[in-house]
């Protein structure tokens, strides 16, 4: 018997940043939003664990226990008392570290599925408590559609949306540490009064009322790690530049990057945007995606 899930990437609309807690964590105020791409976990009972991966990016994923989808299967089996034999196939279509939260998707889509194939029948909350310990991100990839992130990001409120955002994403050519962006966010704050995290009352308006010239006016500056981001990655400022003269109405580097996001009027603006960005060479690949999208879903 097999089981799959469904889970959504992700775009932070908003990432306010706090000053570095004792832990080395930082407070967030974090919005996230779950857009329409895709990575797809299959969990099957098999004689030990085993991880496999195919997809674009598949060669650059960890098979080991270091992947987020192998430790969710290790943390629900050692809870329930049993083993993790499990082959877990991750079909991928996010992009690897690029700041979408690719493998906290694939966390919370094995644990899902294990919780389904083991008929555990943990609750909703037991979850959410799994996911927080896998990392940050992972319960927000379980949730989906938009939510308020606060403390490092695991504690989440869920947000109402009230239309469909048109997004284009830009892959670099290579990944950025989520660690080392974080660090450099400190490095360049030294010295500085580094402000409580607050989630932006227009930008959680924008999205409630589904506008989008808001949502526009909000984004500017909504992330905190963009110039840490930029500072270890400066040819992002290119595609960034490229987007916009494509007639983005907003860009933003999402989340720690190196994936930039940039918010379109509508499909077909996104569409125009996408083959310009295409074009400009400035990027690997370009997909576009909407969002609010569903979490983790059983198929
Ligand atoms: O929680 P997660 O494992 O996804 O975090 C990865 C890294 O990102 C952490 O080790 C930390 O360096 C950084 N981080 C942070 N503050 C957060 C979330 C993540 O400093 N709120």
Known sequence: MSVTVRVPAKVNVQLAVGAARPDGF?????????????DEVTVTAADGLRVTCAGPDAGQVPLDRTNLAARAALVLA????????????????????????????????????????????????ELLDICAELGSDVPFSLVGGAALGTGRGERLTELEVGGTFHWVFAMASRGLSTPAVFREFDRLGEGREIPEPVASRELLDALAKGD?????????????????????FPELADTLAAGRAAGALATLVSGSGPTTA??????????????S???SGTCRTVRRAAGPAPGATVL
């Open 212 to 232: 989008v010239d808001a949502l526009a006016a909000a984004v500017p500056d909504s992330n905190d790690l963009q110039p840490a981001a930029l500072s270890l």
């Open 262 to 275: 940039f918010l379109a009027r509508d499909a077909e603006a996104a569409d125009v945007i996408a083959g």
């Open 78 to 125: 050692e809870r329930y008392g049993r083993d993790a034999d499990v082959h877990i196939h991750i079909a991928k279509d996010i992009p690897v570290a690029g700041g979408m939260a690719g493998g906290s998707a694939d966390g919370a889509g094995a644990l899902l599925a294990c919780d389904a194939l083991w008929g555990t029948g943990a609750s909703r909350e």
């Open 277 to 279: 960005l295409r074009a």
């Open 26 to 38: 930082h407070d967030l105020a974090n919005v996230f939003l779950a857009v329409g791409l895709y």
